[in-house]
């Protein structure tokens, strides 16, 4: 047997509800509300969810209002640039990719994703929808090499950068020429290519040696290249 409203509740004139609910919504602009969100984000450190919204003791409002503003709990979230946490589907995250490139006027790094914590989904979230950044900014549509393709640029910009040094770059060489051109690939990622193991900027070095070597240019025992006529 269905239980009675309290005549309280019964009693409620429904026009005179939807005025004052509509009432409490003009309270705030969806700018503010917006606001507010990406204001809990960053304190937060992550996207919130509605509990750690309505936890939040610096937010200005409950969740509901935001959802009374925007429908649902996501549409505010995509509204203030934040990605749900569970439904982010990859073409939002190639979105943000996209976005984030326009910002920076270069490709993003996984060190541009960590400095926007709570604005940008997690760089654990692409490498486990796209098995690694590269292969998700390479979706994105970015110029970005992968496996071998990554190899075999990180050799020929070792090439170039040896010849117009003089010599085979050493690592404090490669972090220099990085700050200079963001166009090389970090000394991070050339060192990941050979599993950052022990020995693995001599392995580089000794490819680029090899490569030079073909291309008709000398190198020194000691490391010194000379161009060749080639």
Not at 28 to 57: N, V
Not at 72 to 97: I, S
Not at 149 to 172: I, N, T, V, W, Y
Request: with cysteine; aromatic share 8%.
């Amino acid at each position: 047997m269905a239980r009675k409203p309290h005549p309280a509740v019964a009693g409620i004139d429904p026009k005179a509800l939807a005025e004052f609910q509509s009432g409490l919504r003009r309270r705030y602009t969806d700018e503010q509300i917006l606001a507010e969100l990406r204001a809990s984000a960053e304190r937060l450190g992550r996207s919130p969810t509605m509990k750690e919204f309505a936890a939040d003791p610096e937010a200005a409002m409950h969740p509901q209002t935001v959802i009374e503003h925007f429908g649902t709990w996501n549409a505010a979230k995509r509204a203030a640039g934040l990605l749900p946490r569970r439904f982010a589907t990859r073409q939002e995250l190639c979105e943000r990719l996209r976005l984030l490139g326009e910002e920076l006027g270069r490709t993003p790094t996984a060190q541009d994703i960590r400095e926007r914590r709570g604005t940008m989904p997690s760089a654990s979230l692409y490498w486990h929808t796209f098995g690694s950044l590269a292969n998700a900014l390479k979706e994105a549509g970015f110029d970005v090499a992968v496996g071998e393709e990554r190899l075999d640029r990180a050799l020929q910009q070792g090439c170039e950068l040896s010849l117009r040094l003089g010599r085979l770059p050493k690592f404090a060489d490669w972090q220099a020429a990085r700050r200079a051109d963001p166009t090389l690939l970090t000394e991070w990622q050339v060192y990941r290519l050979f599993d950052a193991r022990r020995g693995a900027w001599a392995a580089f070095q000794f490819l680029v040696r090899e490569r030079l070597t073909a291309a008709g240019h000398q190198v020194s025992a000691g490391g010194a290249v000379r161009a060749g006529s080639a």
